[in-house]
């Protein structure tokens, strides 16, 4: 079964939308290592249209120009990418497709095809709400930015119900930026009040 991983830039108040327009002071060697180490596992990459159309109006050109980033342009390119959309999808941008059919069917297939890459997603955050609630995100990858912003969409708002995560891992880097890497929990711990006091401090009468 292949794996799916997202990767986010958020804000520490939650917020996940334009990150373009806070969260490039805090880019450094270290994120940008984690960003490469997500994409490079995937042969596939997983997008929502308005994440494809900022990309597919960028890297293509950023490839061509042969600059320090052409090599990631390059790997984005050469990748396949799949593009969620309700309307008929014309591209440019080589290796590009439309996701066919229901998204959960799909993307239940797409996770049983026959190949130990992963599929990867970057932004895309309603697609990413609906794959977490339908339990096919393995991996949510959150650069979380010590900054807040204050407006914008943020990653868990207006949630259904709530969405119990396990941490696999975490990094802190040189600026501040966590990096934190959750999978669903199934078997996320329980309790009340009656439960969680017998770990409060005991004061002797």
Not at 41 to 65: C, I, M, Q, V
Request: proline share 4%; glycine share 6%.
């Amino acid at each position: 079964m292949r794996k799916i991983t997202a990767g986010l830039f958020i804000s520490l108040d939650g917020v996940v939308e334009n990150p373009q327009d806070w969260h490039f002071p805090y880019f450094n060697d270290e994120m940008g290592q984690a960003v490469d180490a997500q994409m490079s596992s995937a042969d596939t990459l997983l997008l929502g249209r308005r994440t494809y159309d900022s990309f597919a109006s960028a890297w293509p050109d950023r490839e061509k120009a042969g600059a320090e980033d052409a090599a990631f342009a390059k790997k984005l390119g050469d990748a396949r990418k799949i593009v969620v959309s309700t309307r008929e999808l014309e591209f440019t941008w080589r290796n590009s497709e439309q996701l066919q059919g229901d998204l959960i069917e799909a993307v239940t297939a797409l996770k049983a095809e026959p190949s130990t890459a992963d599929i990867a997603m970057s932004g895309s955050v309603s697609l990413v709400r609906r794959l977490l609630a339908a339990g096919l995100l393995d991996e949510l990858h959150l650069l979380v930015h010590p900054i807040a912003v204050g407006e914008g969409m943020r990653l868990f708002e207006d949630a259904d119900a709530p969405l119990p995560l396990k941490l696999i891992s975490s990094v802190t880097f040189a600026t501040g930026v966590v990096h934190l890497v959750y999978r669903l929990d199934d078997g996320a711990p329980t309790g009340d009040y009656a439960k969680a006091k017998a770990s409060l401090p005991q004061t002797a009468d």
